[in-house]
């Protein structure tokens, strides 16, 4: 069984920076029926911290109320010459709004150097009107040695964004995936949503993964909620795999153990 838009690359449009939204200024509360850590200081900055046990965290909250949820981290590859990437970077992105499955939902992107001490300030790098946009998963996909093929543009890769999509406060049943590209490590973003799976209720949550069988490419979990989470009818999850390098068409397959 097929599955994807059929659309093409050359329609994901004109490349967009990101609305920088800053970092909120809330600091968490301890939870009421557990202590505070003696170890953890978690502001909302942005700012990695080093534990007494020598790891290290940071919080990431921006400056927009409603909650942050459904964060996916992708560590990319050096890219020689260019300012703050040359060891590698690690990209962010999660889902913030009202509440999920309203309007006003965005999808949010941070960075931070591999070896770097604070983290960017989010931006905004995904909004469609009147839909509730989740889920973000990122996909990176090196150059080519040769510099031509598979669209990708330029010596930077190409950073794949694949995230849910549904008619806002009306569930599940309507979901969509989507997908966008930078074409510069997540600075700014195609201008077109482009629909990756448009069966009904389509949705992901994990990241993509390298398929074993002879044929190569890359595998991506889905699950189907055709009637909406309270309705368990037609419900269930296919392992897809790749035709393209874009992420555009996608077949359910049965792979091997």
Known sequence: MGSGSGATPTEFG???RGTRLGWSTFVP???????PHPEHNLQSDGVVRTLADGREESMLSP??????????????????????????????VWFN???????????????????????????????IP?????????????P????AGAGVKGAMGRLVLMHTAQPAKRG??????IIRVSDDRGLSWSSNPLPMLTRRGSFI???????????????????????????????????????DAHGLRWREVQEPP
């Not at 927009?64 to 300012?83: C, D, N, Q, Y």
């Not at 009147?130 to 090196?142: C, D, E, T």
């Not at 949550?205 to 074993?212: E, K, Q």
Request: proline share 11%; net charge positive.
């Open 97 to 127: 709004g009202p509440q999920e499955g309203d309007i006003n939902i965005w999808i949010l992107l941070s960075r931070l150097p591999v070896g770097g001490k604070e983290w960017s300030i989010p931006i905004k790098v995904s909004e």
């Open 130 to 142: 009147r839909f509730s946009v989740q889920n973000p998963v990122l996909h990176f996909i090196p």
């Open 29 to 35: 509360k301890p939870h009421g029926a557990l202590p």
């Open 205 to 243: 949550r994990h990241g993509l993964l390298p398929s074993r069988s002879p044929g190569g490419g890359m595998l991506l979990p889905v699950y189907y909620t055709p009637f909406g989470m309270g309705n368990t009818a037609g419900q269930g999850a296919v392992l897809l795999r790749s035709e």
């Open 172 to 177: 599940q049943a309507e979901g969509r995936v």
């Open 14 to 16: 004109e490349a967009r």
């Open 63 to 92: 400056r927009r109320r409603g909650e942050s949820h459904a964060s996916f981290l992708l560590r990319i590859p050096p890219a020689p010459g260019v300012a703050g990437a040359e060891a590698g970077e690690l990209i962010c």
């Open 144 to 147: 080519p040695a040769d510099g």
